[in-house]
């Protein structure tokens, strides 16, 4: 079975930093791209960004480009995200998730990949102004 396990979420001040990662198993790692999405009260699940396995190039929302960074670690099939100068506004809930390389569209990579990708539970954000 498919399993994409966030953590390291947790409360911060504006300015400061967390780093969240997502243990993935249960699939070929080299054939998924991995990806953030968070869900703020009241909004819809977003990409926040993405990392493909089979070369390594990275997706960021224009939101968090310069703030944060993906990286992915093959052997332990593990993804993380950097989030360094939060803001309150990158408060949410994260989720981990994957979808098979030949699935991912660069043009539609920030909307949903229901119902062919997979999400895990989500670990939350919370920045304090």
């Known amino acids: 079975d498919v399993q994409l396990q966030a953590s390291g979420g947790g409360l911060v001040q504006a300015g400061g930093s967390l780093r969240l990662s997502c243990a993935a198993s249960g699939f070929r790692f080299d054939d998924y791209a991995i990806g953030w999405f968070r869900q703020a009260p009241g909004k819809e699940r977003e990409g926040v960004s993405c990392?493909?396995?089979?070369?390594?190039?990275?997706y960021y929302a224009d939101s968090v480009k310069g703030r944060f960074t993906i990286a992915s670690d093959d052997a332990k099939n593990m993804v993380y995200l950097q989030m360094n100068s939060l803001k309150p506004e990158d408060t949410g809930v994260y989720y981990c998730?994957?979808?098979?390389?030949?699935?991912?569209?660069?043009?539609?990579?920030?909307?949903?990949?229901?119902?062919?990708?997979?999400y895990g539970q989500g670990t939350q954000v919370t920045v304090s102004s």
């Open positions: 998730a994957a979808l098979a390389d030949i699935l991912w569209d660069a043009s539609t990579w920030r909307t949903s990949w229901s119902p062919f990708g997979y």
């Open positions: 990392i493909k396995s089979n070369d390594g190039s990275t």
